[in-house]
């Protein structure tokens, strides 16, 4: 296999009769409806769900995640999920959501993109009693929403019903990074540029991985750049290019049949060794090594 395929969400539309706003917007209320991959697929849109009974789990990224009861999860564009499994008696419900949706959303947004960002690290939360009850309402007023009747404003009122959901996401999200010390910074500034970075990063990561370029496309020097980076995620901005970069050598090392030297030429290193240096550095072991041991 030299190519990993994507989830896409008109097929999702077209094998499963559920709620939906065209190819913006999928809502499973039983999770079991969910895909249950046995192979790898990059996402090409947002799933935000929650397990009310059961347990489940998948790999993303090459890390393994379970699911329990109260569990909320996040997953974002770009990222490759696999083995996705929910036990029989699981239950609960989940959005899958286009790109360019949510981009509208989180048009309507402060400073929630961040926090979305940081949950990259943290897939997987635990809700309260309050937050699973009124994230089970908003699940049923966006179904109302979307089963009965095809009125002119049906689409944007989904949409101010999601930018409140959100909200209230949030709070758990904070709630995490709160407590593993990662308190997002009052600055909206620092913030903006934060998100900014990241989606340059996952745009131009396979051909850019030089700080100075990114921080030539946002107007800033580069030391500049590293200082609101780091202030704002605990992380340089060298930090998180290398997180992206590893991730896909090791997601192609692992789910393609791609040979070393195109998988470095996909990544614009100047040859094979040259790739391989890197992912020592980062990984602590050869391309050749990492792909045996998987």
């Known amino acids: ?14 094998s499963h009769e559920i709620p939906s706003i065209g190819d913006d917007l999928l809502l499973f209320e039983d999770i079991q409806m969910l895909p249950q991959l046995d192979e790898p697929r990059r996402m090409n849109c947002i799933i ?5 009974y059961g347990e489940g789990g998948y790999t993303l990224n090459e890390n393994k995640y379970s699911i329990k009861p109260g569990d909320a999860l996040i997953l974002t564009e770009g990222q490759i999920v696999n083995e996705i499994w929910m036990s029989e008696n699981s239950q609960g419900h989940a959005m899958l959501i286009s790109r360019s949706f949510i981009d ?21 939360f635990p809700l309260n009693n309050t937050e699973i009850c009124k994230l089970k309402e908003y699940v049923k007023i966006i179904k109302e929403r979307l089963v009965f009747g095809d009125y002119n404003y049906r ?11 959100i909200y209230d996401i949030g ?27 990241i989606q340059l990063v996952e745009q131009n990561f396979r051909k850019e991985r030089r700080v100075s370029w990114y921080a030539n496309q946002m107007g800033l020097t580069p030391k500049y750049l590293s200082e609101i980076i780091s202030s704002t995620s605990k992380r340089t901005p060298n930090d998180w290019i290398d997180k992206y970069v590893t991730t ?3 997601n192609q090392l692992s789910n393609t049949n791609k040979k070393i030297s195109e998988i470095a030429e996909d990544l614009n290193f100047p040859s094979q060794s040259f790739l391989g240096k890197y992912f020592r550095e980062n990984v602590g072991m050869s391309p050749s090594e990492y792909r045996k041991k998987k």
């Open 1 to 14: 296999m030299n190519k990993i395929e994507t989830v896409s969400l008109d097929r999702l539309r077209e």
């Open 171 to 197: 709070t758990a999200i904070m709630r995490v990074m709160e407590k593993e010390g990662k308190e997002p910074v009052n600055s909206s500034k620092a913030k903006r540029c934060f998100v900014q970075f």
């Open 104 to 124: 509208e959303i989180f048009k309507e947004l402060h400073d929630m993109s961040s926090l979305f960002l940081l949950a990259r690290e943290h897939p997987i």
């Open 248 to 250: 896909e050598i090791r």
């Open 48 to 52: 935000i769900g929650v397990c009310t």
């Open 155 to 165: 689409k944007e009122v989904v949409r101010l019903l999601l930018v409140a959901m």
